[in-house]
């Protein structure tokens, strides 16, 4: 189809904005969301949304509409609690007299530049209509508020090939457009659709995402997450002497953490417009350098709305998101990340400044991804922002059973459909994407297990999306990691589908771990099992033990210091009672519960801190711990600090200063030895050359001390370890050292720093060692 001028004077929707609000607009205004080229004709609608409006959202009633074509101009200002509904006023017409409109074509998805123009393409296998909103600030302004906003409908017959809707528009700016989608068809809750055209939809594949400036800023709080473009900018400068990193699996050491709360708090130092930002994350690497870590997995980046619990009234309305699990947009990079409110466009570079940065030092960078849900909630409140007004029935899994409600496997109201192809192509893409143009190294995959469901919910041997990710060309240098369970029951720790390539989060090593250290009886040989790569689990085909990713501490559940220092969650100022979060911590507070300054409690907080620490980094696999456990980070027993953006989450930069010579030296020192000692970080799995066990008596289920020795085979820098869990001393027998070498005492965590980690050693003569109370020793053997 050709293009052709649209006519002077444009067809205009004229409308008169009423100040009287009301939950319901006028039949007037909702015939408007027929059009003459669509597929069908529909019928007049009342109400401000066919599914209502969400509890404590006000609507606004419209005066009359008149139709002239199929463009319309209007005014789009966002509404609490309706994201997307737009106002209109009578404005001048200016810009859609210079453009043009034509066919387009159906690939790529999202917007692309042709020849002549750009083209938007958008899936949606239900849509009876699809219409392009675009709105364009005044040249030389940033006014997107009252951006006059351009509508196309677009015709069934001439902008579709077959699921795919598309128009191609000249005469548009190449940077600096906002668009989405108004997407109507079929009605009929019960058999899964949840169209509503009142609503402008983010259109899935953008590539940048503009709504609020600032983040957690409540005055900012309406908000219309619109897409964007930027066809103007040169290509990111990634720097003549730019490498990849490119670590081996064994060499891994991951800090899990949040750019945000790594330099929000004032102690972070950094310059108050950059705090909280990618470039405040760039001036904090040297900390990263000193600790040791070689990998940051960083929780999402991808855009999410963070105050989204204050869209109506409700326990958790005095929350902001931190920590990102709810996302609006797959390829799109928080735009609220960048420094000084600068939007969209600039978190984009400055994103690629940070991964640059760390990639200069040598680190790697995994994002944690939330490809398991959406941030569009339930059907009872539910956040249309996209894909549920996009075509619902093929982004979400529904219920056929339950007037296709939609099941919650992920715990957050919703589960995205995985591994239906269009979705599928989606993950696909958007994990692509990253990898091209972001350079990202990996990816761990929230809540994976739901990714492994099919389309009805049921679980899938193997998981047609899991092995695509697997076997994918550009994710081939990247790595992968599940966290191989749901909110719905299926837990594969060891069973995660994997092709050889998968790597797990080891649930169950957090909770063995846990159980010895804290002095749980009848551990000990599972601590041996744990600490020697999980072999149960992992030692299957082709996997070896890096597949397996030891962690102690994740963001979510208790701090490393919390996990000392409380027996029980306390998660009350998450307004939900105390229900949230995790009740199983396996956890121990050493006698008090909480804050204390009993001198003989911290000390034996401070022992069971690094004896956790020491046996995460001799243990086989690849460990990982979480931003501020280097100083003792605590938020005060919350297990589940997801809506605090305070010191409860954000890293406290004097802590580690206080704490700089004992704690985090500890902590630094113990990754160190790990990264100089290769027996420690094996490509397979132990044999029985390997390490020597010095237990006889495995079935003891009261004994919760356990000592082995690990062989270096090249060297005879052998390593011998024993942990001791009980309340008393316990006399070590040691054995003799390797031909022509001495033991060496590197750890003894009974000791006060610097005593406690002497890198180089500090030579040991004798049979004997008597390892105080809940401690725990590494000797090294030296020529």
């Given amino acids: 189809m050709g293009s052709f001028l649209l006519p002077v004077p444009p067809h205009i929707w004229m409308d008169s904005v009423s100040t009287n609000r009301s939950p319901l607009r006028s039949a007037a205004t909702a015939a408007r969301r027929s059009s003459p080229s669509s597929c069908s004709a529909l019928p007049n609608r009342v109400g401000a949304s066919r599914f209502g409006v969400a509890p404590g959202c006000g609507g606004r009633l419209f005066g009359k509409a008149q139709r002239f074509g199929s463009v319309r101009i209007t005014t789009a200002r966002a509404q609490s609690g309706n994201a997307g509904k737009s106002m209109t006023e009578q404005r001048e017409c ?3 007299e210079t453009l043009k409109y034509s066919s387009g074509k159906a690939s790529p998805l999202g917007v692309s530049q042709v020849e002549g123009g750009l083209n938007f393409a958008i899936f949606s296998q239900h849509a009876s209509s699809v219409t392009l909103c675009i709105k364009v600030p005044e040249r030389g302004t940033k006014d997107e508020e009252n951006a006059e906003v351009v509508e196309f409908a677009l015709d069934c017959q001439n902008n579709k090939t077959g699921d795919i809707w598309h128009v191609s528009v000249e005469g548009l700016p190449t940077s600096g457009v906002l668009y989405g989608y108004r997407v109507d068809g079929p009605q009929g809750w019960q058999h899964g659709h949840r169209f509503d055209s009142n609503i402008i939809l983010l259109d899935p594949y953008a590539k940048l995402v503009s709504g609020r400036n600032y983040f957690g800023v409540d005055k900012e709080k309406p908000s219309q997450p619109f897409g964007t473009y930027d066809f103007d900018s040169p290509p990111f400068d990634w720097g003549v002497d730019y490498r990849l990193p490119n670590l081996p699996e064994t060499d891994l050491v991951i800090y899990e953490m949040n750019v945000r709360a790594f330099t929000a708090d004032e102690s972070s130092g950094v310059d108050p417009a950059v705090r909280g930002s990618y470039l405040g994350f760039i001036d904090k690497i040297p900390h990263l350098l000193e600790l040791g870590v070689n990998a940051v997995e960083l929780l999402p980046v991808f855009e999410f709305d963070e105050l989204e619990f204050k869209r109506y009234p409700n326990p958790r309305d005095h929350m902001v998101n931190t920590w990102g699990y709810s996302t609006i947009n797959f390829f799109a990079p928080m735009s609220r990340y960048a420094s000084a409110g600068g939007g969209p466009l600039a978190a984009s570079r400055e994103l690629k400044q940070m991964v640059k940065a760390l990639h200069n030092a040598g680190i790697e960078v995994i994002l944690d ?22 075509d619902n029935k093929v982004y979400y899994i529904l219920d056929p059973k339950n007037n296709a409600q939609l099941l919650n496997f992920s715990g957050c109201g919703n589960t995205l459909n995985c591994n239906h192809p269009v979705v599928m192509e989606l993950v696909l893409d958007s ?24 389309t009805d919910g049921s679980p899938l041997d193997a998981p047609p999306l899991i092995k695509e990710i697997a076997k994918d060309s550009v994710l081939s240098r990247c790595k992968i990691i599940a966290e191989p369970w749901d ?29 010895f250290i804290k002095g749980d009886p009848g551990m000990k040989g599972v601590l041996a099992t744990r600490v020697s790569g999980s072999a149960d689990l992992y030692q299957v085909n082709k996997r070896k033990p890096y597949h397996g990713v030891n962690f102690i501490i994740a963001h979510d559940g208790f701090t490393l210091c919390d996990l000392v220092s409380y027996n029980l969650k306390h998660n009350d100022a998450n307004g939900e009672s105390g229900r949230d979060g995790c009740n199983d911590n396996f956890s121990w507070n050493c006698g008090v519960e909480g804050e204390t300054n009993d001198s003989n409690v911290l000390a034996l907080r401070s022992r069971q801190m690094k004896n956790f620490h020491l046996a995460l980094m001799i243990s086989q696999g690849t460990p990982m711990m979480l931003m501020g456990d280097e100083y003792g980070h605590t938020r005060y027993g919350n297990n589940n600090s997801y809506g605090h953006d305070t010191c409860i989450n954000n890293f406290q930069w004097g802590q580690l200063e206080e704490r700089r010579y004992g704690h985090f030296r500890f902590f630094s020192e113990m990754i160190k030895f790990r990264q100089n000692h290769p027996i420690l970080k094996r490509d397979r799995f132990l044999n029985k050359n390997d390490v020597t066990w010095h237990e006889d008596c495995w079935e003891n289920m009261e004994s919760k001390f356990l000592a082995f020795t690990i062989h270096d085979h090249s060297s005879g820098g052998d390593i011998y370890l024993a942990f001791n869990a009980h309340d008393y001393f316990v006399d070590a027998v040691i054995p003799p050292a390797p031909q022509h070498k001495r033991w060496n005492r590197v750890v003894d965590t009974n000791l006060e720093s610097p005593n406690d980690i002497v890198p180089e050693g500090v030579p040991f003569t004798g049979s004997g060692y008597r390892i105080a109370p809940y401690s725990s020793i590494l000797l090294k053997a030296n020529p």
């Fill in 94 to 96: 200016t810009m859609s």
């Fill in 369 to 390: 991804v939330v490809y398991n849900h959406t941030n569009e909630a339930d059907d009872a409140n539910p956040y249309v922002t996209s894909f549920r007004g996009i």
């Fill in 431 to 454: 994990l692509r994407h990253w990898v091209k143009e972001y350079h990202i190294d990996g990816f761990r995959f929230d809540l994976a297990s739901v990714l492994c469901r099919g």
């Fill in 487 to 515: 909110c719905g029951g299926l837990y594969l720790v060891g069973q995660f589908p994997n092709w050889d390539r998968w790597a797990e989060w080891n649930g169950k090593y957090r909770d063995d771990i846990r159980r």
